[in-house]
Structure formats: structure tokens, C-alpha cells
Antibody, heavy 119, light 107 residues
């Protein structure tokens, strides 16, 4: 069974950093891209970024709203992806989901982890 | 960036009804269009990928159509678990973008 489990969310002050983890199981992690999507309270879904598999260079792409502040990495030996969030703003408050990016769609999602940026 | 516009933003329907949700892209995305259902407090679930392909395990009452810039999601025989918010999403180019969502409510 494919599973993705996010962790690392919580309350953080503006300007500080936080790292989210996405632990996966049930599939060959190294063969897939992983993406992060967020959802602000009461709002719609917003793509944050993704990391390609090593086969495709392991490269990353990001939404303009987080470019330069957030970075995604992966540890294929542990089947875990990470979202490093720096210089956090109140607008970054959201539930953050990781998802497996299969070809061109998000086919499996984690349950999400809430990040609250507030002083 | 490719903008995705869904209509309507909300609709009311009864159990057993058939509903159709539209999604329009600001430029051609071929068939790089996916649909998701999100129940309250839960993660999104993939329903349709590639505009019209049904995700494994998803009942056939969900169907998608369209190509280029105009797409539709049709849900037949609405059940209580289908009262949720639906999102379209394009994967033609980055940044990947979602529509604003369509909330399907019980009449």
C-alpha cells in the first residue's frame, strides 16, 4: 500500500525556518518525483514545488511565491522527501501536503501537516 | 503562468443527481488536465488524469472530457460522499496550477 506521511509542522515565528518531512512507503521512491502542495485556511490548493527523480536529474522547480526561500530535497536511501522553509511569512500559513508525482498527475497524497506562521 | 478557471464556484444538488463542472485554461494545455476531489478536512484524491482517464479504484460515475482549453468533469448518481470540493489542475507547464475549486453542496 502506497503511503506518504508528512511531519514537522507547527507554530513558528515570522522570519524563522522549518523543515517538513515526507516519509513514504509501498513504492519504489527513487523512481518518482515528489511534489509539495499547500492549502491556506479556507482557501484552494497551491502548488509549492517538486523534485524530480534522480533518473531525471533530481532537479527542482518552485512556485514564484516560495522561490529562493523554500527548497526541496530527497533521500532515496530513506524514501523521504524534505521541504526546507526559510524566511517564513504569515502568508505561508497553510496545511502542507506531499504527493507522489506520477508522470503528470498527483496520484497519492499524505494527510498533510499544518504550519502556522505567527508572532 | 497558465490560469485555470472553474465554474461554477459552487452548486447545490440532490443525492442521485448528475452534475457537471467546467474548467478552462488560459492557453492550450492539450490533455494535461487532472481532477481531484477533496472532502472536508481531508487530503485531495485523484479522480481523473490526462483529461479523461479514470484513476484506478475510482468509480465509473466520474468521467472527464475535453482537450485544449476546455474541460468538464461529470459526476453521475451523486452520493453523500461526493458532496465535496473539486479541483482541476494543469500539468502542461510549470508552475503547475489549480483551478479555484467547485464546492458541491447538498440541496
Amino acid at each position: 500500500e502506497v503511503q506518504l506521511v508528512e511531519s514537522g509542522g507547527g507554530l513558528v515565528q515570522p522570519g524563522r525556518s522549518l523543515r517538513l518531512s515526507c516519509a513514504t512507503s509501498g513504492f519504489t521512491f527513487g523512481g518518482y518525483a515528489v511534489t509539495w502542495v499547500r492549502q491556506a485556511p479556507g482557501k484552494g490548493l497551491e502548488w509549492v514545488g517538486f523534485i524530480r527523480s534522480k533518473t531525471w536529474g533530481g532537479t527542482t522547480e518552485y512556485a514564484a511565491s516560495v522561490e529562493g526561500r523554500f527548497s526541496i530535497s530527497r533521500d532515496d536511501s530513506k524514501s523521504i522527501a524534505y521541504l526546507q522553509m526559510n524566511s517564513l511569512k504569515t502568508d505561508d500559513t497553510a496545511v502542507y501536503y506531499c504527493s507522489r508525482y506520477n508522470t503528470t498527475w498527483f496520484d497519492y497524497w499524505g494527510q498533510g501537516t499544518l504550519v502556522t506562521v505567527s508572532s | 503562468d497558465i490560469q485555470m478557471t472553474q465554474s461554477p464556484s459552487s452548486l447545490s444538488a440532490s443525492v442521485g443527481d448528475t452534475v457537471t463542472i467546467a474548467c478552462r485554461a488560459s492557453q492550450s494545455i492539450n490533455n494535461y488536465l487532472n481532477w481531484y476531489r477533496q472532502k472536508p478536512g481531508k487530503a485531495p484524491e485523484l479522480l481523473i488524469y490526462g483529461a479523461s482517464s479514470l484513476q484506478s479504484g475510482v468509480p465509473s460515475k466520474f468521467s472527464g472530457s475535453g482537450s485544449g482549453t476546455d474541460f468538464t468533469l461529470t459526476i453521475s448518481s451523486l452520493q453523500t460522499e461526493d458532496f465535496a470540493t473539486y479541483y482541476c489542475q494543469q500539468s502542461s507547464s510549470t508552475p503547475l496550477t489549480f483551478g479555484g475549486g467547485t464546492k458541491v453542496e447538498i440541496k
